[in-house]
């Protein structure tokens, strides 16, 4: 086969070109640390990348909202053990109440601090956090719990229309999810009753009574306390999540890093020794133009 100036040039550029374009590819690996830069690169890892990429999102959103809902639930603790405490000074006021060796006046103190105890039970049950009601059910803009509105509390009632109650339930992990309110009424309307009776049967320096509210109040306390254990566990439950969803976070970075980043010291070394090859491509093509250019003067 005869072989022309054109067909030798062509081969000259064609392997000049091919040199310079795997130097170009290995100086953007280099460059930019990733295996690849566009899908067609290479698709079985492009394939891959893509379905980590998107369990990582769907890892993001479930951490957001096991956060989100971690800080609702230590609102709700919060609130439910200064609720707890209330009641465990009233039962012990009450206690003192029942006793023989007080009379009225010393039990219309008592009485007075009751009061005083009730209204700021009152104030904790409408308890906000980011400026939504806790016990509000599902209308958390609508403060909960109303009372009569001038004197001492004689009535405390619930304004949100969700009743009966309606769990609101977060998705905070594949597959799992976790309620994160309670039952306003149940929690605390018996409290508020207990209360109540128990004040005014001190005031009304009434035994009968107020051995009969005293039990009402030991029941409700006891019921607030059951409440805070539900919410303890579910904010256990929302930490060990939240440590999970992290430690799959990490894994699935690893794994997209395994898929997506060069070894970079084998991206050097390849661009390294692209380099001679083009400059050796370079060479010899000078080479061969000056004999051709030899043999036409011949």
């Known amino acids: 086969m005869r072989v022309t100036n054109s067909i030798a040039y062509n081969m000259q550029q064609k392997n000049m070109n091919e040199s310079l374009e795997k130097l170009y590819a290995y100086s953007i690996k280099a460059g930019t640390g990733k295996r690849f830069q566009v899908p067609s690169d290479a698709p079985t890892l492009a394939v891959e990348s893509i379905s980590i990429k998107s369990t990582l999102k769907s890892m993001e959103y479930y951490t957001r909202t096991a956060e989100s809902t971690k800080e609702w639930l230590s609102a709700t603790e919060f609130s439910l053990q200064q609720i707890s405490d209330m009641g465990m000074r009233a039962e012990a006021l009450v206690t003192r109440g029942l006793s023989d060796t007080m009379g009225v006046d010393e039990r219309a103190v ?7 105890i009730l209204e700021q039970a009152v104030g904790t049950a409408n308890y906000q956090h980011r400026d939504r009601y806790l016990f509000a059910g599902f209308a958390t803009k609508t403060k909960p719990f109303e009372r009569n509105t001038t004197g001492p509390v004689e009535t ?46 001190l005031n009304a320096n009434d035994m009968v009574a107020l051995s009969t509210s005293f039990t009402d109040l030991q029941n409700a306390s006891k019921n607030i306390n059951n409440n805070l254990t539900t919410i303890g566990s579910r904010l256990r439950n929302a930490d060990t999540t939240i440590e999970r969803n992290q430690n799959s976070t990490l894994e699935l970075q690893a794994l997209l890093s395994q898929k997506e980043d060069a070894n970079m010291a084998e991206a050097i070394s390849q661009l390294t020794n692209q380099e001679v090859v083009y400059q050796a491509v370079l060479q010899v093509g000078a080479k061969a133009n000056n004999l051709m250019s030899l043999f036409n003067v011949l």
Do not use: S
């Open 110 to 116: 008592i009485a007075a601090e009751l009061d005083g």
């Open 156 to 201: 405390v009632d619930y304004i949100p229309p969700a009743i009966p109650f309606q769990a609101i339930q977060r998705d905070i992990a594949p597959g799992e999810t976790i309620t994160v309110n309670l039952d306003g009424p149940a929690t605390f309307d018996p409290f508020f009753e207990a209360l109540i009776a128990t004040r005014d049967a």
